[in-house]
């Protein structure tokens, strides 16, 4: 059976809520569901987790639940008549004052932004379809001059060219949801538009104040970020490139390259990475790809992505179990031609943790010895993490009882959780059902050899100290 190690993150929204898509598609590949905070209650939120782990449960697949926080997204306010039409040259007004807009003007939900451009600044509206430069500030008034037109409707985004807004990461909404994400456990929470690492630090601190366990996801979509990108990453759990937002404020040109560095230096620290944004856009609409897209998608794989993110191809598409397919299609066929960069980086290094130790010990041998596998046993998961990080060859089976750290190890790549019990049971107890599980999932035969991780005594916790091959059906029964 072949493997796909990179993992898919799907968002929820009205084209796959229902039980039976959210089923289909997760039986298609989907490993981790995001639900965008942006839209919906919190209600909505709590019943969408709830229906996918009874679904999930049903299907004996573990998801992850992945919770992104809408940020401090700076937006016009409404329209008379929903929208108007921009051409250059125009003068528009930004107005933090105004209530309802017309041709000349609109309001402004972030009523510091006058104070925070000045004359020559250049404003980009929806995601840089319209783009206006400041002339004057006078008052509560941004007065601008339309640089390139087109329709300008309600709610549109604005984003100032280079950066440099000082909106907080984490807003009074964004602290609500994280009580509502810790009520429904889950496995991830995602911080829009951090600035640096005190902003993902304060998410954890309140994730861990109300009682949570997940594990921080910040995206990267400012400007300010990939100055402070290092501090950021290692602050973090993992990190998203968020290439929609990114792209209006440093430039679309410059998104590829920072994309490659990013992944780069997430792997680097030994921190998870999601590539997001328009990775099948045209599949909104369409029940194919383009070639481009099929060509993005696999680009992000080859540059060593754990996973590749949908938006509004699974939660407002028509064809979102098409996606998901499409998506699994190409990076099966990119997987082929992934070459590990591990054993050129790493081999020269020396380790400072026991399970990072023998985590390298166990890609080494895996390379140079015919095993079919590596099982690793582990309560946090963190043996599985070294062991995704290192590039394995050979599928990466996470044995554990805890079914927290299993949902987490659904975003690692190449890492595949399985539940075990260790409570009770002597080490060869442990390894007898370590192969029951195996051969009950499929994975393996009897006679193949596997490479087993775990920490001794058995079944307390503590950091990974063992690497043991062994032969399936060998095992001493208890």
Known sequence: MTLRKTKIVATLGPSSSSEEMLARMITAGVNVVRLNF????????????????????????PIGVLCDLQGPKIRIGKFEFGEISLKMGDLFILDADCELGTQDHVGLDYKTLPQEVKEGVVLLLDDGRITMQVDRIKGNQIHCMVLSGGILSNNKGI???????????????????????????????????????????????????????????????????IENLEAIIEASDAIMVARGDLGVEVGDAAVPGLQKRMIRMARAQNKLVITATQMMESMISCPIPTRAEVSDVANAVLDGTDAVMLSAETAAGQYP???????????????????????????????????????????????????????????????AQWLSRADAEVPIYALSPDKYARR??????????????????????????????????????????VLLT??????????????????IGSVKQG
């Not at 969408?48 to 999930?56: C, D, N």
């Open 159 to 225: 984003n100032r060219q280079g950066g440099g807004l000082s909106a907080d990461a984490l807003t009074k909404k964004d602290r609500e949801d994280i009580l509502t994400a810790v009520k429904l456990e889950a496995d991830y929470i995602a911080i829009s538009f951090p600035k640096s690492a005190a902003d993902v630090e304060l998410a954890r601190s309140l994730v861990k104040k109300a009682g949570g366990t997940a594990s921080i996801i910040a995206k990267i979509e400012r400007a300010e970020a």
């Open 321 to 383: 179990l098409e996606t998901v397919q499409a998506v699994h299609r190409v990076v099966m066929e990119a997987e082929k031609e992934y070459l590990s960069q591990y054993h050129a980086q790493k081999l020269d290094e020396m380790f400072v943790r026991t399970d990072e130790t023998i985590a390298a010990a166990a890609i080494y041998t895996a390379k140079h010895f015919k095993v079919k596998a590596i099982a690793a046993l582990t309560q946090s998961g963190n043996a």
């Open 38 to 61: 942006s839209h919906g209650s919190a209600d909505d939120h709590i019943k969408r987790a709830e229906i996918v782990r009874a679904i999930a449960a049903k299907l004996n697949r």
């Open 408 to 449: 987490k190890l659904t975003l690692h790549r190449g890492v595949y959780p399985y539940p075990i019990s260790q409570d009770d049971k002597n080490r060869d107890e442990v390894l007898q059902e370590m192969e029951q599980v195996l051969l009950q999932q499929k994975v393996v035969n009897p006679g193949d050899l």
């Open 454 to 471: 775990f920490g001794e005594p058995i079944g307390s916790p503590g950091g990974t100290n063992t690497l043991k091959i062994v032969k």
